[in-house]
Every structure is written in structure tokens, then in C-alpha cells.
């Protein structure tokens, strides 16, 4: 029941999210673990967004330090928001890498080479979303002491 209380939230995002739990669960390379790192740096961003919002009502020095992390935060969980597609889309360009011809020895070298660069780009996304979790980290180092206790559980 208290799924479907927080589905209603989704509104027509519910089967969005079926679908892609569908697909992360099937034998498809991605999505895969870096899209699922992604969604849960957003969802982070989003719990970090709520807390600051929540710690901000009490003293003007304080509410300015929890609406600049929460400004940030919501500014993270774009971004990781984002990565979930970028980090399947670029392993997909290192699937198609390794579905090129490899007949000759010119079309292997070819081969290695577009596989190598692939294999460079998409480490770029889970870095991303290492670093922005970083900076969730620290974010969620001040609330748990300086933000409500309320809702340090959150």
C-alpha cells in the first residue's frame, strides 16, 4: 500500500519505472550498474534537496547555508538525473565496438582502437556521478550536524 501512495507522486512515471527495472533486469547490457549508480545519486540529491529545504525555517545565517545546499543538491540530481541515459548510451557505443568486423588485420587494429576510445568515453559518466556523490557526501555531513534532527533519518 505504501508503494502505491508513492506512485501517485509519479504520476504517468510509474511505468517509465516499471520499464526500466523490466530492462535492468533482462539479459540486455544496459541499463546496467552505472545507470543504476546514476538513479540513486539523483534519488540521494533529491533526499539532501529535502532535508536543507527542511533545516532552512530557523535563523537567516542558517536558512542561507541550507537553501545554497539545497540549490546545489537539485543542481546534482539534474545532472545524475541525466547520467542514467548518458551512461547506457555510452555503453552501447562500446557494444558496437566490439561488433566491428575483424577480419583483416587492418579492421582489428581499427577494432582496438574504437574499442579503446569507447572504453575511455564511458568512464566519463561514472565519474560524473562519483563526484557529484562526493559532493552529496559532504553535503550530508553538515545536515546530519547542522540540519533539523527531525529529519535526520532521511
Do not use: W
Not at 557526501?137 to 546530519?144: C, G, M, N, P, V
Amino acid at each position: 500500500m505504501r508503494f502505491a501512495l508513492c506512485a501517485q507522486h509519479l504520476k504517468g512515471g510509474i511505468m517509465e519505472l516499471k520499464r526500466f527495472l523490466e530492462r535492468l533486469s533482462s539479459n540486455t547490457p544496459t541499463p546496467g550498474g552505472g545507470s543504476v549508480s546514476a538513479l540513486a545519486g539523483a534519488l540521494s540529491a533529491s533526499l539532501v534537496a529535502m532535508v536543507a529545504g527542511l533545516s532552512s525555517k530557523k535563523g537567516k545565517t542558517k536558512k542561507k547555508g541550507m537553501e545554497e545546499i539545497k540549490k546545489n543538491a537539485l543542481s546534482i540530481q539534474k545532472r545524475l538525473f541525466q547520467a542514467i541515459n548518458e551512461d547506457s548510451k555510452s555503453f552501447d557505443v562500446v557494444i558496437k565496438a566490439f561488433r566491428l568486423p575483424k577480419n583483416s588485420e587492418e579492421e582489428r587494429l581499427h577494432r582496438v582502437r574504437e574499442i579503446q576510445k569507447a572504453y575511455q568515453k564511458a568512464t566519463l559518466t561514472p565519474q560524473l556521478v562519483c563526484q557529484q556523490s562526493l559532493q552529496l557526501l559532504e553535503y550530508s555531513k553538515t545536515l546530519i550536524l547542522k540540519g533539523n534532527p527531525n529529519a535526520i533519518s532521511d
